[in-house]
């Protein structure tokens, strides 16, 4: 159902690769709410992913970028206001990457190499991209910048590997230049908390599959789906939640705050008989 929530709203959304992603979802659910926006990835996730489908569905522009290059952010940031005819709205950071995660390196094991390369395209990116829109006054009051986390920053998950300190950098990030951001242009900076969801992002975890499994368990809601949290980035996209700023917000279906369930020690006692 559709309630015109980002009529005449103009954005950027990085990060849909196919449509399973987060962005994805997002960008659908943003076009159905009457918003207008470019969609953004890095050139080789352009050549491999379906994001031209998703482009033509939601008539929206693809200006690729390397979010860990500030020269390919400015200009993506001078082209979209530039193609959307004004100063942006909302801006959508769906993009994470570790490459010690990828080639299955463990945490007390790490190629460093590859940590900076993960922190540079996972959480640097963040300041990067919020860098550029400050210094070129690219967002409206009451705009809304949002990035997607992960719980790891919090606590610990064994196999989320250095992706857990990347989710606390962008956190942080969220924090410290949403501060400056809301004083200067009344603009708000966010973090979603999502939980586990099956995307290309998500399955490169080790043993995601009993991971989502014991969150939904944990959860008294149920872990969220992409869908929802597309539902939810809408929702601080909107004027509905114009004092909301340097939150960081679980979308967890309650994970969160849950120190065990009956689903969990359920399950725990029919595997001890
Ligand atoms: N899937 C989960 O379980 C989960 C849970 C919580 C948070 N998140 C976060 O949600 C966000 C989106 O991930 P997803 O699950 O939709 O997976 P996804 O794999 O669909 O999306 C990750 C995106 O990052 C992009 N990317 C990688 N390197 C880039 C670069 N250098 N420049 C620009 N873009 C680049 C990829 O091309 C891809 O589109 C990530 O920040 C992820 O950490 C995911």
């Given at each position: 159902?559709?309630?015109?929530?980002?009529?005449?709203?103009?954005?950027?959304?990085?990060?849909?690769?196919?449509?399973?992603?987060?962005?994805?979802?997002?960008?659908?659910?943003?076009?159905?709410?009457?918003?207008?926006?470019?969609?953004?990835?890095?050139?080789?996730?352009?050549?491999?992913?379906?994001?031209?489908?998703?482009?033509?569905?939601?008539?929206?522009?693809?200006?690729?970028?390397?979010?860990?290059?500030?020269?390919?952010?400015?200009?993506?940031?001078?082209?979209?206001?530039?193609?959307?005819?004004?100063?942006?709205?909302?801006?959508?950071?769906?993009?994470?990457?570790?490459?010690?995660?990828?080639?299955?390196?463990?945490?007390?094991?790490?190629?460093?190499?590859?940590?900076?390369?993960?922190?540079?395209?996972?959480?640097?990116?963040?300041?990067?991209?919020?860098?550029?829109?400050?210094?070129?006054?690219?967002?409206?009051?009451?705009?809304?910048?949002?990035?997607?986390?992960?719980?790891?920053?919090?606590?610990?998950?064994?196999?989320?590997?250095?992706?857990?300190?990347?989710?606390?950098?962008?956190?942080?990030?969220?924090?410290?230049?949403?501060?400056?951001?809301?004083?200067?242009?009344?603009?708000?900076?966010?973090?979603?908390?999502?939980?586990?969801?099956?995307?290309?992002?998500?399955?490169?975890?080790?043993?995601?599959?009993?991971?989502?499994?014991?969150?939904?368990?944990?959860?008294?809601?149920?872990?969220?789906?992409?869908?929802?949290?597309?539902?939810?980035?809408?929702?601080?996209?909107?004027?509905?939640?114009?004092?909301?700023?340097?939150?960081?917000?679980?979308?967890?279906g309650g994970f969160s705050n849950v120190g065990v369930?009956?689903?969990?020690?359920?399950?725990?006692?029919?595997?001890?008989?």
């Amino acid at each position: 159902m559709s309630y015109n929530l980002l009529k005449g709203k103009k954005g950027i959304i990085f990060g849909a690769l196919d449509e399973k992603s987060i962005a994805w979802k997002t960008a659908e659910r943003v076009h159905e709410e009457g918003g207008e926006f470019v969609l953004s990835n890095a050139p080789i996730a352009l050549r491999m992913g379906s994001i031209k489908e998703l482009a033509k569905n939601t008539n929206a522009e693809i200006i690729p970028a390397d979010a860990t290059k500030m020269e390919d952010i400015n200009k993506l940031v001078d082209q979209s206001t530039e193609k959307l005819g004004g100063k942006l709205d909302f801006v959508l950071h769906s993009i994470g990457m570790s490459v010690n995660v990828r080639k299955g390196k463990h945490y007390t094991d790490q190629n460093h190499d590859w940590t900076q390369k993960g922190f540079d395209v996972s959480a640097l990116s963040f300041h990067k991209v919020m860098q550029s829109l400050y210094q070129k006054e690219a967002m409206n009051e009451w705009g809304s910048i949002v990035a997607l986390s992960y719980m790891a920053a919090q606590r610990v998950f064994p196999d989320y590997n250095d992706m857990a300190d990347n989710k606390a950098y962008l956190e942080s990030v969220g924090r410290s230049f949403g501060y400056f951001f809301g004083e200067k242009f009344k603009v708000r900076v966010n973090t979603i908390s999502q939980s586990p969801t099956p995307t290309t992002a998500g399955q490169g975890v080790k043993g995601f599959n009993e991971f989502i499994d014991y969150a939904d368990k944990m959860s008294p809601l149920g872990n969220a789906t992409a869908g929802e949290c597309a539902d939810y980035t809408v929702s601080l996209f909107s004027d509905l939640t114009k004092k909301v700023t340097l939150q960081n917000l679980f979308h967890d279906g309650g994970f969160s705050n849950v120190g065990v369930s009956n689903a969990l020690m359920e399950f725990l006692k029919e595997k001890k008989l």
